[in-house]
């Protein structure tokens, strides 16, 4: 992926959590008037242990869940409204959001989605920039190794450029070589002005990317 200081300088976002207060109906409240503010090219680290809250937090910022109270606005506007702007949610379990036959379909949806042209480039792009070959393709996204199938994961929240992506535990089942390529991916994302918001259950990882740290 190439990116030029002229990506970053054009991309001037702001998304911003405002007293969100969050619990699950039959649970704990998971938080209580949280405050954060991430400016383009930041990146958030929010880390804890397993039943923390840090994919909940993620569902709140793509919209998929409402705060009892509180707003999540991306540029002022609140998340899950029409005009929120893209988004790339890289979810926990991979196959979770996997529905297409094949891998180039999978990655081709949002791009499509969103009108962008030049698909099959955009495609290729992606999944060479998350170390996989073009053979992948072809294959179903429901019969790739643990690994391979989050790194499609990955090529699936960036081929339509958001502005704003979501990563869930992104180095969980990947090997040496796919943990650096996750972590370039990280850096080249922030270098491009992108507002980025990672969890991690493990202490350490990932923390020298982060620009701020939110430990639940
Ligand atoms: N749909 C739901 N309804 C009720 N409770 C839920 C729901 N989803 C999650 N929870 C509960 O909310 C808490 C936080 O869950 P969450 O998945 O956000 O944690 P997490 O920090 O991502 O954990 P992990 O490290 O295991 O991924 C847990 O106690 C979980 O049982
Ligand atoms: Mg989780």
Redesign the pocket.
């Known amino acids: 992926m190439n990116f030029s200081r002229e990506d970053s300088k054009m991309l001037n976002a702001e998304l911003r959590l405002i007293d969100v207060t969050f619990g699950?109906?039959?649970?704990?409240k998971?938080f209580d008037r949280l405050n954060v503010r991430l400016r383009s090219g930041q990146l958030l680290l929010v880390q804890?242990?397993?039943?923390?809250?840090?994919?909940?937090?993620l569902?709140l910022v793509a919209g998929l869940l409402k705060p009892q109270s509180g707003s999540i606005l991306l540029n002022g506007i609140p998340a899950g409204d029409a005009g929120f702007s893209r988004i790339g949610y890289v979810m926990?379990r991979a196959e979770d959001q996997f529905f297409c036959e094949t891998v180039f379909d999978e990655i081709a949806f949002s791009a499509r989605n969103f009108g962008l042209d030049r698909i099959a480039e955009r495609v290729k792009e992606a999944v060479r920039s998350v170390g996989l070959t073009e053979d992948v393709l072809s294959k179903s996204p429901f019969q790739l190794s643990d690994g391979e199938a989050r790194r499609v994961a990955i090529a699936c929240a960036l081929v339509h450029e958001p502005l704003l992506v979501l990563f869930?535990?992104p180095l969980i089942g990947l090997d040496r070589v796919g943990k650096e390529i996750v972590r370039k991916i990280l850096k080249e994302q922030k270098g491009k002005g992108k507002i980025l918001i990672v969890?991690s259950?493990r202490s350490g990882n990932l923390s020298d990317l982060a620009d701020v740290v939110l430990r639940?």
Do not use: F
Request: hydrophobic share 15%; proline share 4%; aromatic share 4%.
């Open positions: 699950y109906e039959d649970g704990k998971l804890g242990p397993n039943g923390s809250g840090k994919t909940t937090l569902k926990q869930d535990e969890t259950h639940l």
